[in-house]
């Protein structure tokens, strides 16, 4: 089993910055991409910034320029720094591994979700 676990969120004024963490262990051969995903209630789940195979990154148009995502490797773990936080980046933040477990197996795990509101 692989087990992914975040933290950092919170309640934070316009304008303020929050750091997310998300660690990744249990059965772990290696890993091919770490991201973060928001949801907010009715909508569908989106992407917010990924980091795959290590070095490509990609970013949500609504917050390139504000969010940088980075990962350390020798802990499995990826942050995802928020500046500049607005009102409509409120939702509940969600992080998503995927690698191999082994030669035969891969998997794909996601966190339980850490809340992230931005009000004044």
């Known amino acids: 089993q692989v087990q992914v676990v975040e933290s950092g969120g919170g309640l934070v004024q316009p304008g303020g910055s929050l750091r997310l963490s998300c660690a990744a262990s249990g059965s772990i051969l290696s890993i091919r991409s770490m991201g973060w995903y928001r949801q907010t209630p009715g909508k569908q789940r989106e992407l917010v910034a990924i980091i795959r195979g290590g070095s490509s990154i990609s970013y949500a148009e609504s917050v390139k320029g504000r969010f940088t995502i980075s990962r350390d490797n020798a802990k499995n773990t990826v942050y995802l720094q928020m500046n500049s936080l607005k009102p409509e980046d409120t939702a509940v933040y969600y992080c998503?591994?995927?690698?191999?477990?082994?030669?035969?197996?891969?998997?794909?795990?996601w966190g339980q979700g850490t809340q992230v509101t931005v009000s004044s």
């Open positions: 998503n591994v995927e690698g191999r477990k082994n030669d035969y197996d891969s998997f794909g795990s």
